[in-house]
């Protein structure tokens, strides 16, 4: 268990419609990342939040948007789905000190657009 | 051009054998951490080693090692004693310390298989 918490595990929806996506970091931890897992794409970064702020923001697409909260839980938002938007979801954190910074992961959300 | 590459997509590998998975980097940045991933079939992303770009020794954690080799730009996971439990898709990682975040890239896996 990395002590990242990800809700839910599995999600089915339609597509046009929007999703809300769940991250709970490690104890500790400021950095939360979002990472899309596909089978065309692989693994690819979305978004990164530090503290509350915006860090990095990677192939994330518009309709897409994420925040993190005061108390450091992170959502993902994705909206107008599309079929090519299934994908597993992971949300990762971090403390974000020092070179040896190791992002742990969480066990993903599975989306599924149909 | 890819940053991370890794050019095996499947390997068998005998119980209680040793394996080798590859993973070639491209990079300016001086600084860079590598790193390597697992992920069973269940799933989930678990971290599994570690290696620096200004590290003097390569990383071993229990039965996972990296050969770091800098100037030929390869991180190479060898998993000593294979488990069946090893079976599984294996990521190899780069976070670059240019980029403004910490972001990891990375490559698009081997999916190694333990015989019994």
């Known amino acids: 268990d990395s002590g990242v918490t990800q809700t839910p595990k599995h999600l089915i929806t339609a597509t046009g419609q929007r999703v809300t996506l769940r991250c709970s970091p490690r104890s500790g931890d400021l950095s939360v990342y979002w990472y899309q897992q596909s089978l065309d794409q692989g693994l690819q970064f979305l978004i990164q939040?530090?503290?509350?702020?915006?860090?990095a923001k990677g192939n994330i697409l518009e309709r897409f948007s994420a925040q993190q909260f005061p108390d450091l839980h992170s959502e993902l938002n994705l909206s107008s789905l599309e079929l090519g938007d299934s994908a597993l979801y992971f949300c990762?954190?971090?403390?974000?000190?020092?070179?040896?910074?190791?992002?742990?992961f969480g066990p993903g959300t599975r989306l599924t657009v149909l | 051009a890819q940053k991370i590459t890794q050019t095996q997509p499947g390997m068998f590998v005998q119980e209680k054998e040793a394996v080798t998975l590859d993973c070639t980097y491209d990079t300016s940045d001086p600084s860079y951490g590598l790193f390597w991933y697992k992920q069973p079939s269940s799933g989930e992303m678990i971290f599994l080693i570690y290696?620096?770009?200004?590290?003097?020794q390569n990383a071993t954690e229990g039965r996972y090692s990296l050969n770091f080799q800098k100037a030929r730009k390869s991180a190479n996971l060898v998993i000593s004693a294979s488990q069946l439990g090893d079976s599984a898709m294996y990521f190899c990682?780069?976070?670059?310390?240019?980029?403004?975040?910490?972001?990891?890239?990375f490559g698009g896996g081997t999916r190694l298989m333990v015989k019994p």
């Open positions: 939040y530090y503290n509350g702020e915006e860090r």
């Open positions: 990682a780069m976070r670059e310390w240019d980029n403004a975040g910490n972001m990891l890239t």
């Open positions: 990762a954190s971090s403390a974000d000190r020092g070179n040896t910074d190791t992002q742990y």
């Open positions: 290696q620096g770009s200004y590290d003097q």
